[in-house]
C-alpha cells in the first residue's frame, strides 16, 4: 500500500506537468478519477485565457479599451465546468462497473526517497464551484499573462496593459508637406473591477509627443440597462468617435470628426442596453473643453447618442449586426476662435478662423450613422452636420454651418470575420516557418467637408471652406496583438491653401503605422 501510495503521487506529479487538453475522452475513461479530475484542471487553465478576453465590456458609448464585465460569459464558464465535473464523475461510475475492484495489497513498502512532492496547484477563482466540490482552500490572488498582465483575486480584478502606434508619413508628388516618423499614441492604462461591480480605468498617454491623461474614471456596473460613469472619458457622440483608436480601419477618423467631436472630456454618463440588446444609449453632461481641462463657467455641455439594432433576433443572419445611430450635443463656445485651425489627416491646415472672431452664441451638433458588418465585410456611413452661432467679427455677425459627409467599407481577404470595435484575430498567426502569414484586409474612404462660402466671402475664415478626400488602405494583421497599416490619402481644396509657405490645392500623402497592443 505504501508503495502504491508513492507511486500515485509520483505519477501525480509528473501529470501535473505535462498532461495537455489534447487528451482524448477515450483515454480519459481508462483513467483513474484523480487523473481526470487534473485533465480537467489543466482544460479549465487552458480556457482562462479566453476568459480575459471575454471580460471586455461589450461595445457600448464611450468604451475605450476595454475593463472587464462580470455577466454571462461567466455565468457560462460556471455551467461548463458544472457539466464537465458531471460528465467525469459519470464516466467514473461507467468504469467502476464495468471493472473489477482492485484487491487490497498486503506489503508494506516506503515510498522511494527520491519521489519528488507533488506541487500544490493554484486554481483561478473561476473555478471556484470545484474548490468547494474538493474542499479545497480557495488561492487569494492569483497573476496570470493573457491580454495584458492581471492580478484577479476572490472580488477585485486588475489589468495593465499598453499601446503603441508608431507612424512613418510621407507627402507625395513634390508636395512642400515634411516627411517625417513620429509615435502617435504610446499609452499605458490600468483597468479592472472593484467587489465585482465597480469598474474603473486609469490611462496616461503620450501621443505626439505630449504628455497627459488621456482617461481616468470609475462607474457603477450593477444594472447592465443603467451603468453610471464619471471622470474623463469618452463622450457618447458618433459611431465612428467612441469606436477605440486602436481597431479604426484607417490611421485617422474623417475629417469632420476629427475637427468637431473632442471625444473625450470631463463629466458623469448613463449608458446602457435595452430591449434585449435591440437599443444602446448613452447620454451625459460634460465640461465641453476637452482633456485635462476644467470648465470656466457654468454652462455645461450636453451629450446623447442613441443606437439601435433592429435585427438583431432576426433569422436572416446576415442581417444581425447592422446598426444605425443618432447623436447630438450642444455646448455654448467658451473660447475665442482666432486662430484656430482645421487639420486634414496629414495635419495640413486648410480652414484658420482669422483673429479676433469671437463665439457668442452655442455650438449644436447631430450625426446620423450606419455600421454593418456580414462575414469579412463591413459597411459604415455617416452624415454630420454642426452648426456655431453668432460668431463676431468686429462689426460683423454671422453663424457657421459646417457639414460633413463619410462613407467606407473594408473586407479581410483571408475570410476572417470582422468583429465590431474589437481586434480581428487571423486564423493563422505570422509566422512564415510555419506557413503562417496573418490576415489581410483592405479599405476604401470617401468624404467631404463643407463650411458656409459667406465665412470665407466675409473674412471669418481664411483657407477653404471645402475638402473633397479618399483614403485607400491596407491592413495587415500578424496576430490580435499586432498589425500594420498602410494608407494612401489624397484630399482636394476647392481654394488654394498655404503648405510651408507655398499654395497648394491638393495634396497626397502616403502613411505607415506598426501598431502593438497588450
Known amino acids: 500500500a505504501g508503495q502504491r501510495q508513492g507511486r500515485r503521487e509520483h505519477a501525480e506529479h509528473r501529470l501535473e506537468k505535462n498532461v495537455t487538453w489534447k487528451v482524448g475522452i477515450d483515454n480519459m475513461r481508462r483513467l483513474p478519477r484523480f487523473r481526470r479530475i487534473l485533465i480537467a484542471a489543466a482544460f479549465l487553465t487552458v480556457s482562462l485565457f479566453g476568459y480575459a478576453q471575454d471580460q471586455a465590456p461589450n461595445v457600448t458609448p464611450a468604451d475605450a479599451p476595454d475593463v472587464i464585465t462580470p455577466g454571462d460569459e461567466v455565468k457560462e464558464l460556471k455551467k461548463q465546468i458544472k457539466a464537465l465535473t458531471e460528465r467525469l464523475d459519470k464516466l467514473e461510475r461507467q468504469q467502476q462497473e464495468a471493472s473489477p475492484s482492485p484487491q487490497p495489497s498486503t506489503e508494506t513498502v516506503k515510498p522511494p526517497p ?51 502606434q508608431i507612424d512613418g508619413r510621407f507627402f507625395l508628388g513634390g508636395s512642400p508637406g515634411d516627411d517625417t516618423f513620429q509615435v502617435r499614441r504610446a499609452r499605458l492604462y490600468a483597468t479592472g473591477m472593484l467587489e465585482e461591480k465597480w469598474g474603473y480605468m486609469i490611462m496616461p498617454r503620450w501621443d505626439r509627443g505630449n504628455a497627459g491623461l488621456h482617461l481616468a474614471w470609475v462607474e457603477s456596473q450593477h444594472l447592465p440597462w443603467f451603468r453610471l460613469r464619471v471622470g474623463q472619458f469618452k463622450e457618447p457622440y458618433s459611431l465612428e468617435g467612441v469606436n477605440s483608436d486602436l481597431y479604426l480601419d484607417f490611421n485617422e477618423r474623417s475629417i469632420w470628426v476629427s475637427n468637431l467631436v473632442q471625444l473625450e472630456d470631463i463629466g458623469a454618463m448613463a449608458y446602457g442596453k435595452l430591449l434585449d440588446e435591440h437599443i444602446e444609449y448613452g447620454a451625459g453632461v460634460f465640461n465641453g473643453r476637452g482633456r485635462d481641462r476644467d470648465d470656466t463657467n457654468d454652462e455645461k455641455e450636453a451629450v446623447a447618442q442613441l443606437t439601435l439594432v433592429p435585427f438583431r433576433t432576426c433569422s436572416i443572419e446576415e442581417l444581425r449586426n447592422f446598426y444605425i445611430s443618432f447623436s447630438g450635443a450642444v455646448s455654448k463656445l467658451e473660447n475665442d476662435l482666432g486662430g484656430s485651425s482645421f487639420t486634414t489627416a496629414a495635419q495640413t491646415r486648410f480652414l484658420t478662423f482669422a483673429g479676433g472672431v469671437v463665439p457668442q452664441g452655442d455650438k449644436e451638433r447631430t450625426s446620423a450613422e450606419i455600421e454593418w458588418f456580414v462575414g469579412p465585410a463591413s459597411v459604415r456611413g455617416g452624415v454630420h452636420h454642426a452648426k456655431l452661432n453668432d460668431l463676431r467679427l468686429g462689426t460683423l455677425k454671422t453663424d457657421a454651418n459646417m457639414d460633413g459627409w463619410v462613407i467606407s467599407t473594408s473586407y479581410l481577404l ?54 473633397d478626400s479618399f483614403t485607400f488602405g491596407l491592413n495587415w494583421y500578424f496576430n490580435r496583438h499586432m498589425r500594420f497599416m498602410l494608407d494612401f490619402q489624397n484630399s482636394s481644396f476647392r481654394d488654394p491653401v498655404t503648405l510651408n509657405g507655398e499654395s497648394i490645392i491638393d495634396e497626397s500623402t502616403l502613411t505607415g503605422r506598426m501598431q502593438f497592443e497588450f
Open 414 to 467: 483571408t475570410g476572417e470575420n470582422k468583429p465590431r470595435n474589437k481586434p480581428v484575430i487571423p486564423a493563422a498567426n505570422f509566422d512564415p516557418g510555419k506557413d503562417g502569414w496573418g490576415a489581410f484586409e483592405l479599405a476604401g474612404r470617401y468624404e467631404a467637408f463643407s463650411a458656409d462660402e459667406e465665412l470665407l466671402s466675409q473674412g471669418f475664415i481664411t483657407g477653404t471652406p471645402r475638402v
Open 114 to 164: 527520491s519521489a519528488s512532492p507533488p506541487v500544490e496547484k493554484k486554481h483561478h477563482p473561476l473555478l471556484e464551484s470545484i474548490i468547494k466540490e474538493k474542499k479545497m482552500k480557495p488561492p487569494e490572488l492569483e497573476n496570470i499573462y493573457d491580454e495584458g498582465f492581471w492580478f484577479i483575486g476572490p472580488d477585485d480584478k486588475v489589468r495593465f496593459g499598453a499601446i503603441g
